[in-house]
């Protein structure tokens, strides 16, 4: 009997043109869009429009500028070095992300030690604190690395006046040598050579755990959107249930001998095979247009979607089974999912969550068949692995399916 | 099987739902090969007496028999049952076949049996040529008939109409009729629950009288009429205006009982052709204008309306 329902509900869902756009080609969509906003929310894509303002125009700050101007991540937002006042006003009207300014009242660039304000005012808008966190290490990085002239200078002074005196010779030798580096710099910046600086770059940046191919960010949304559309085409598909009982199907289906299970199990099965096929699909999208590695783990993948289709038909129904409207129930499960799907991580990484809606988190179906893929995709561990999530999915689906089970007995006997 | 063994019984059937009695000490028998009318207005538990039936109420005492089983927890006895519920209980954009398929599994057939009986039956209902048609896409009459059709596919030896012809046109209702009458002839025992007394003058071999969940009158059509107005006819009187309180009471003293039409008052009349003149002559001399006055052989209307004290509506 479960088979019979399980028919009905495809040739419904073949011939309804609208339901198939909605739980395939929609989410398709959405993965794409998704996929190409929030590539760059990770930052290697990430520009900063950036205004200057001097001050001081010494020629170690216009050294500095001009070092700075040829940094890819900043974008200046004027050609010109612009006054003080300027520059505010461009960081308040939004033209600019952030404004940079050397600062007369305020210790020399390489002063060690001094106890005035430091040389550069970095201004910047609330919204943007990333924008100001990136500019100030930049210009960390551009002073080490163009004016070690200036930099070593302020450190041979520190030396010479608190630690020990340096004869005349000593400082004539390191004025020379400073000088060389001095000319060596303004001779890189002419032929615009890469310098990494005469100071030991303290930093390196490397990706962790990179896959063998494929990119990170793209599995990762399409497990997002796969999840957050699951939800919402097993709630389309489960509301029939509520249409049914409405058009009297469910009457008729009660009368005779098949019971209110039948028609739950049929519903059950078909949901679980639609998600299946729909997430199936969204991430043959992301294999084809994003290069993530779906064959290379077919058997992880299949795995956690199945468990996760699973838990989303089992879900749906017992949401719509325990409402007594359809009206009733779209708005729920709409409220539901949006909840769900925010906390879970669909919309937005947990990582930018606070602690305690991270560990909220592990309660939703999402995070869970999220940290399925993470482990598949990103991390490339074994199946074994997958057990903890798949098993939390698979809690989640024999629960919903009970659930609605239960709720649809109401039905039955009134 | 004996006929008794074959009817359909319910036996003093009670429930009580938020405090209102819907079904109240309700009793009747549907016999194979009969068409049993149960007619009352909205309202007065003919759904719940179906359902009551299907095994799907709990019933607060009383009892449903079918074939002598309590259809209640026995999946068996439920597949003696077709109901053809009063909406148009398909899948919408399913075909005619394909509905009738689906309709025939659930109802407890095989696959293969199915499928035969969906052909016999699109045959039977004359929707050969839109055997593939989507339903959605079929007139109303066409949909109540598969309607119908996807009630017996499983050849139940009892079949539940809610309303059947709600909305129907006076054709397709005829040709419902047949179909019924058809069943009828198979043997198959027929409850209608139905407001339409035409309907069930019409087709019906013995009406139940529902009113507030309790079975007012049964019996054949001649049985009711004669235990309501013995040989008397129906005599109806239409005055030229509205009457006033001394003309209703005088009214009231002939017999008459008011409609729901103000103007209209309705009650039995013997003495055939000449006791109409006699009791014109008498309405008239007590001042009464009179528009119209007709006679009429007794029907379910008058049986209902001398019964309940009110018109049933349509």
């Known amino acids: 009997m479960s088979r019979v329902v399980f028919r009905a509900m495809w040739l419904t869902l073949a011939r309804d043109r609208s339901a198939i756009a909605m739980s395939v080609l929609l989410p398709i969509a959405f993965f794409l869009v998704f996929a190409s906003i929030f590539a760059g929310t990770a930052g290697e894509h990430l520009r900063v429009r950036i205004a200057y303002a001097d001050e001081v125009d010494s020629e170690e700050s216009r050294r500095l500028l001009a070092a700075l101007r040829r940094e890819a991540a900043l974008e200046p937002a004027a050609e010109v070095t612009l006054s003080s006042e300027r520059v505010r006003e461009l960081v308040r009207s939004g033209a600019a992300d952030a404004g940079l300014i050397v600062r007369a009242e305020a210790e020399p660039l390489g002063s060690v030690g001094g106890f005035g304000a430091p040389p550069l005012l970095l201004v910047t808008d609330p919204t943007r604190a990333v924008a100001a966190r990136l500019v100030a290490g930049l210009a960390q990085k551009a002073y080490f690395a163009w004016l070690p002239d200036v930099a070593l200078g302020g450190v041979v002074e520190l030396i010479d006046l608190d630690f020990t005196e340096l004869d005349p010779e000593q400082k004539e030798e390191i004025r020379r040598e400073l000088q060389r580096l001095r000319l060596e710099t303004l001779e890189a910046a002419r032929e615009g050579s890469e310098r990494s600086g005469d100071f030991q770059e303290l930093v390196e940046i490397a990706e962790v755990e990179r896959p063998a191919r494929g990119r990170n960010h793209v599995a990762y949304y399409a497990g997002a959107v796969a999840i957050l559309f699951l939800l919402f085409s097993a709630v389309h598909g489960a509301l029939s249930m509520l249409e049914e009982r409405d058009s009297g199907i469910l009457d008729r289906v009660l009368a005779g001998p098949a019971g209110a299970k039948a028609l739950v199990d049929g519903k059950y099965l078909f949901l679980t095979a639609q998600g299946f096929v729909q997430v199936s699909l969204i991430f043959l999208v992301a294999w084809l247009a994003h290069d993530v590695d779906l064959p290379g783990h077919v058997a992880g993948f299949a795995l956690v979607t199945l468990a996760a289709a699973a838990a989303a038909a089992g879900l749906a129904l017992a949401l719509t089974s325990a409402c007594s409207t359809a009206r009733q129930a779209q708005t729920l499960a709409n409220v539901a999912i949006l909840i769900t799907s925010a906390i879970g991580g669909s919309m937005v990484p947990r990582f930018f969550m606070p602690q305690w809606v991270q560990d909220l988190g592990w309660a939703t179906p999402t995070t869970w068949a999220l940290e399925g893929y993470t482990r598949v995709f990103w991390r490339g561990e074994p199946l074994s692995s997958l057990a903890l999530p798949v098993t939390m999915l698979l809690v989640a689906a024999a629960l919903g399916w009970g659930v609605a089970r239960r709720a649809a007995r109401r039905w039955e006997s009134l | ?314």
């Not at chain 2, 049993?36 to 009383?62: W, Y």
């Not at chain 2, 009429?225 to 205006?241: K, P």
Request: proline letters at 4%.
């Open chain 2, 1 to 314: 099987m004996s006929e008794i063994a074959r009817r359909l019984e319910v036996i003093e059937a009670r429930r009580a739902i938020a405090g209102r009695e819907v079904l109240a000490g309700t009793s009747l028998s549907v016999e194979p090969g009969r068409i049993l009318a149960l007619l009352g207005p909205n309202g007065a538990g003919k759904t719940s007496l179906v359902r009551a039936i299907c095994g799907r109420l709990r019933l607060d005492s009383g009892s449903v028999r079918l074939g002598g089983r309590d259809p209640r927890g026995d999946a068996a006895a439920r597949r003696q049952l077709g109901l053809v519920p009063q909406e148009i209980a398909l899948y919408p954009d399913l075909t005619a076949r394909e509905n009738l398929e689906v309709m025939g599994r659930l109802a407890g057939l095989s696959s293969t049996a199915a499928r035969r009986e969906a052909a016999t039956a699109l045959g039977w209902i004359g929707l050969e040529d839109r055997a593939e048609s989507r339903t959605r896409g079929l007139s109303g009459g066409m949909k109540r008939r598969l309607n119908l059709a996807a009630g017996v596919l499983h050849s139940p030896d009892f079949l539940l109409l809610d309303e059947p012809t709600v909305g129907v046109d006076p054709e397709a209702r005829e040709r419902l009729h047949d179909y019924l009458r058809e069943l009828r002839g198979r043997g198959m025992g027929i409850l209608l629950a139905t407001h339409d007394l035409d309907q069930a003058e019409e087709i019906a071999d013995a009406v139940a009288l529902l009113v507030d969940g309790k079975v007012r009158a049964r019996g054949t059509q001649d049985e009711l009429v004669r235990a309501a107005f013995g040989d008397a006819r129906e005599l109806i009187v239409t005055l030229a205006r509205p009457p006033s309180p001394e003309a209703r009471e005088r009214l009231g003293t002939e017999g008459l009982a008011p409609t729901a039409e103000a103007k209209t008052w309705v009650g039995p009349l013997e003495g055939g052709f000449e006791g109409l003149a006699r009791r014109g002559a008498r309405l008239r001399d007590a001042g009464l204008d009179v528009a119209e006055v007709r006679l009429r052989a007794a029907g379910l209307r008058g049986v209902y309306f001398r019964l309940v004290g009110r018109e049933l509506e349509p």
